[in-house]
């Protein structure tokens, strides 16, 4: 098991008092594995990602990946195991607008330093199609190749997991499935892959889909008697 | 990728946000170096006038001495050496010494180690009818100097009147129309006018000068003179009583007469005119004292101010450079970078900030304070050049850059990653 969320609660504190964003919720992805979490708008899943990354702690429950407990580690620690372990991907990008390409590639390497960041960023991005986009600010890319970019960002460093919020959410199809296609390829050389979205199209590309709504899962085959189950595998 | 290529990445992206931040730190460090500039020209044009000042009293209290030199001679002379039974009311009576004495004292004095005396001139004086003219007059006999000869030889302060001439009192030659070049006749003896004095005011108006030798032969004082004047004497004070100590011991038959009126008129005036220099001297140093307390006064309001202003201005760009950036911190944040890093990423650009404004405000602060400090003493300008002063603004700029940008730094640190991920 490469991610494990165990009971993982968390609630915000709304205008009629605390709300629950993500209820009890247990999930299991391996290596190898590309999971996707489908839901609306405000259903959890972001904050199920986020929480699962170690950004966002948890009111109740533990995350384990690659069988560490992340929210047992101090912020400084959580950020190291990030910077090694965790890559991220946004429906926003977050490029840093003031770099180039090249350079937001290289930006993980300021939190974890390692060996030949410069020709692993560009052999990144020769792969996601980029290398005449290297010296290039986002601002003068397109969306698609912003977010080839930040995939190409969000694997620097080999991580073991991909946190996938959203990434083809501001793509044309086209594009979208560029992104897809590489997750999956992502997940078919042992990583292990977490996609929420809300893009049905998403959905064909994962190993396996989980439903989600105000906070909780919901399997497929339950989906249509509203019966609910929080615990999901994927092995 | 190091914090340094961010760093100068964003700036270089955000040219206005530093920019900004810039002139408030380079405002702020001109104004301390350029007060202090100031400070320093002010101090460097008072040591200027002060030692003009000094120069001016020195020259000053120069030419006083001179002018009390010849004053003096002018006046009489310090000391006057007289036979021992010469009686004082009788010299006071008569202007002249009724008693004598041996010319060779005058050698002998002058042959002494004496050190108090600088000027030795024997004469002969007596008061008498000069018959030719039928009017009373002084006649005096003198030689000029006696060259001290242990001592340097000093400018002689009255000349010899050669053998066959006469110098004549302004009144006598007044009233006897005489000039340069006539001739006189004296007790049978024939005389050329070589000078007339100006009008002094004393018996000097009605005296004759004439050589020792010949008046010794009219007087019929052959080898006889009545009195020895010490001019330059160092006798103001009690020094009067080494003199005399000095005298008696060569020449014990002799008395010593003080012209004390004259010697202390001289010192008195000379310390007078000292004093009124030294208060000028003490004036001026209290005018610019109180000039530069003022210059401090207000340099050490303004400054503040002026500092306390650019921090507060500095405080908020670095607020609104964090809040523009919320979204970079959370994906930095996303990615792995501690806080840590996000702090050093805010204060390593506060120190750069600082470094660059601490160097560009002294260079401006080192001008503008040395083109309003109107100082003459070096028309270069180097004088304002003050490594303590840049290595000053160099340490304060950055401090107060980082000090500004603590706060910004701490909310960009404390700033919650998946708050900022979400919100933007």
Same mark, same amino acid.
């Given at each position: 098991m490469l991610l494990g969320v165990q009971r993982l609660?968390?609630?915000?504190?709304?205008?009629?008092?605390?709300?629950?964003?993500v209820?009890e919720v247990s999930l299991e992805v391996d290596a190898g594995h590309f999971v996707a979490i489908r839901?609306?708008?405000?259903?959890?899943k972001?904050?199920l990602?986020?929480?699962a990354?170690?950004?966002?702690?948890?009111?109740?429950g533990q995350v384990m990946v690659e069988g560490?407990?992340?929210?047992?580690?101090?912020?400084?620690? @959580? !950020? +190291?195991?990030?910077?090694?372990?965790? %890559?991220?991907?946004?429906?926003?990008? *977050?490029?840093?607008?003031? &770099? $180039?390409?090249?350079?937001?590639?290289?930006?993980?390497?300021?939190?974890?330093?390692?060996?030949?960041?410069?020709? @692993? !960023? +560009?052999?990144?991005?020769?792969?996601? %199609?980029?290398?005449?986009?290297?010296? *290039?600010?986002?601002?003068? &890319? $397109?969306?698609?190749?912003?977010?080839?970019?930040?995939?190409?960002?969000?694997?620097?460093?080999?991580?073991?997991l991909?946190?996938?919020?959203?990434?083809?959410?501001?793509?044309?199809?086209?594009?979208?499935?560029?992104?897809?296609?590489? &997750?999956?390829?992502?997940a078919?050389?042992?990583?292990a892959v977490l996609l929420v979205?809300?893009?049905?199209?998403?959905?064909?590309?994962a190993d396996r889909t989980i439903k989600m709504?105000?906070?909780r899962f919901h399997s497929a085959s339950e989906e249509?008697?509203?019966e609910t189950t929080n615990e999901a595998n994927v092995s | 990728?190091?914090?340094?290529?961010?760093?100068?990445?964003?700036?270089?992206?955000?040219?206005?946000?530093?920019?900004?931040?810039?002139?408030?730190?380079?405002?702020?460090?001109?104004?301390?170096?350029?007060?202090?500039?100031?400070?320093?020209?002010?101090?460097?044009?008072?040591?200027?006038?002060?030692?003009?000042?000094?120069?001016?009293?020195?020259?000053?209290?120069?030419?006083?001495?001179?002018?009390?030199?010849?004053?003096?001679?002018?006046?009489?002379?310090?000391?006057?050496?007289?036979?021992?039974?010469?009686?004082?009311?009788?010299?006071?009576?008569?202007?002249?010494?009724?008693?004598?004495?041996?010319?060779?004292?005058?050698?002998?004095?002058?042959?002494?180690?004496?050190?108090?005396?600088?000027?030795?001139?024997?004469?002969?004086?007596?008061?008498?009818?000069?018959?030719?003219?039928?009017?009373?007059?002084?006649?005096?006999?003198?030689?000029?100097?006696?060259?001290?000869?242990?001592?340097?030889?000093?400018?002689?302060?009255?000349?010899?009147?050669?053998?066959?001439?006469?110098?004549?009192?302004?009144?006598?030659?007044?009233?006897?129309?005489?000039?340069?070049?006539?001739?006189?006749?004296?007790?049978?003896?024939?005389?050329?006018?070589?000078?007339?004095?100006?009008?002094?005011?004393?018996?000097?108006?009605?005296?004759?000068?004439?050589?020792?030798?010949?008046?010794?032969?009219?007087?019929?004082?052959?080898?006889?003179?009545?009195?020895?004047?010490?001019?330059?004497?160092?006798?103001?004070?009690?020094?009067?009583?080494?003199?005399?100590?000095?005298?008696?011991?060569?020449?014990?038959?002799?008395?010593?007469?003080?012209?004390?009126?004259?010697?202390?008129?001289?010192?008195?005036?000379?310390?007078?005119?000292?004093?009124?220099?030294?208060?000028?001297?003490?004036?001026?140093?209290?005018?610019?004292?109180?000039?530069?307390?003022?210059?401090?006064?207000?340099?050490?309001?303004?400054?503040?101010?002026?500092?306390?202003?650019?921090?507060?201005?500095?405080?908020?760009?670095?607020?609104?450079?964090?809040?523009?950036?919320?979204?970079?911190?959370?994906?930095?944040?996303?990615?792995?970078?501690?806080?840590?890093?996000?702090?050093?990423?805010?204060?390593?650009?506060?120190?750069?900030?600082?470094?660059?404004?601490?160097?560009?405000?002294?260079?401006?602060?080192?001008?503008?304070?040395?083109?309003?400090?109107?100082?003459?003493?070096?028309?270069?300008?180097?004088?304002?050049?003050?490594?303590?002063?840049?290595?000053?603004?160099?340490?304060?700029?950055?401090?107060?850059?980082?000090?500004?940008?603590?706060?910004?730094?701490?909310?960009?640190?404390?700033?919650?990653?998946?708050?900022?991920?979400?919100?933007?």
């Amino acid at each position: 098991m490469l991610l494990g969320v165990q009971r993982l609660t968390k609630q915000y504190r709304g205008p009629d008092g605390r709300v629950d964003a993500v209820s009890e919720v247990s999930l299991e992805v391996d290596a190898g594995h590309f999971v996707a979490i489908r839901g609306p708008s405000g259903c959890g899943k972001t904050t199920l990602l986020l929480a699962a990354g170690g950004l966002l702690k948890p009111d109740d429950g533990q995350v384990m990946v690659e069988g560490q407990n992340l929210y047992s580690l101090s912020p400084e620690q @959580r !950020a +190291q195991f990030r910077a090694k372990r965790i %890559g991220f991907v946004f429906q926003q990008f *977050h490029l840093v607008p003031y &770099l $180039s390409v090249l350079e937001n590639v290289r930006v993980p390497s300021m939190a974890w330093p390692m060996e030949n960041a410069a020709a @692993r !960023a +560009q052999e990144l991005l020769e792969m996601l %199609g980029m290398s005449h986009r290297l010296h *290039h600010k986002p601002d003068a &890319l $397109s969306t698609g190749e912003r977010q080839r970019t930040a995939l190409a960002r969000a694997l620097l460093n080999r991580p073991g997991l991909l946190l996938a919020d959203e990434p083809t959410g501001n793509l044309d199809r086209e594009n979208a499935e560029g992104v897809l296609q590489f &997750l999956t390829q992502f997940a078919h050389d042992g990583g292990a892959v977490l996609l929420v979205t809300h893009d049905d199209y998403a959905l064909g590309f994962a190993d396996r889909t989980i439903k989600m709504r105000e906070g909780r899962f919901h399997s497929a085959s339950e989906e249509a008697t509203d019966e609910t189950t929080n615990e999901a595998n994927v092995s | 990728m190091s914090i340094w290529h961010l760093i100068l990445r964003e700036i270089f992206h955000r040219k206005l946000n530093f920019g900004l931040g810039l002139i408030s730190v380079v405002i702020a460090v001109t104004c301390l170096t350029g007060a202090m500039t100031l400070l320093r020209a002010h101090d460097l044009e008072t040591d200027r006038i002060v030692a003009e000042r000094e120069a001016e009293t020195a020259q000053r209290m120069k030419e006083l001495e001179d002018d009390y030199r010849k004053m003096m001679l002018k006046m009489g002379f310090n000391v006057l050496i007289l036979p021992q039974d010469q009686n004082l009311g009788d010299l006071y009576a008569d202007d002249f010494a009724s008693h004598y004495m041996p010319e060779e004292y005058a050698t002998r004095l002058a042959n002494s180690k004496i050190v108090t005396i600088n000027h030795l001139l024997p004469s002969l004086q007596q008061k008498l009818k000069w018959p030719e003219q039928q009017r009373t007059i002084i006649l005096i006999g003198t030689r000029g100097e006696v060259p001290l000869l242990h001592r340097d030889m000093k400018k002689p302060l009255l000349d010899a009147v050669p053998p066959g001439t006469v110098v004549v009192g302004h009144e006598l030659a007044q009233s006897l129309k005489l000039s340069k070049g006539d001739k006189i006749t004296l007790l049978g003896r024939d005389f050329t006018v070589t000078t007339t004095y100006e009008e002094r005011g004393s018996k000097d108006d009605i005296t004759l000068w004439i050589d020792l030798k010949e008046a010794q032969d009219l007087l019929g004082k052959t080898g006889q003179i009545n009195a020895i004047l010490a001019l330059e004497c160092e006798c103001a004070g009690d020094r009067l009583a080494q003199i005399r100590r000095e005298i008696s011991a060569i020449l014990p038959d002799t008395q010593v007469i003080e012209f004390a009126s004259q010697a202390l008129a001289r010192a008195e005036a000379r310390n007078r005119a000292a004093d009124e220099a030294e208060a000028a001297l003490l004036a001026e140093k209290h005018n610019r004292a109180e000039m530069r307390s003022r210059q401090e006064s207000f340099a050490s309001i303004l400054v503040p101010l002026v500092v306390l202003g650019a921090a507060a201005w500095l405080a908020t760009l670095g607020i609104a450079n964090v809040r523009s950036r919320l979204a970079e911190i959370g994906i930095l944040r996303a990615i792995g970078v501690r806080g840590s890093q996000i702090m050093l990423l805010f204060l390593q650009k506060a120190i750069l900030l600082g470094l660059v404004g601490g160097a560009i405000g002294y260079l401006a602060g080192v001008m503008i304070g040395a083109s309003l400090g109107d100082v003459v003493v070096a028309e270069n300008g180097l004088w304002a050049w003050d490594p303590a002063l840049l290595l000053m603004a160099l340490l304060v700029a950055p401090v107060l850059s980082v000090v500004a940008s603590w706060i910004p730094a701490i909310l960009a640190t404390r700033q919650d990653p998946a708050l900022a991920l979400r919100e933007s």
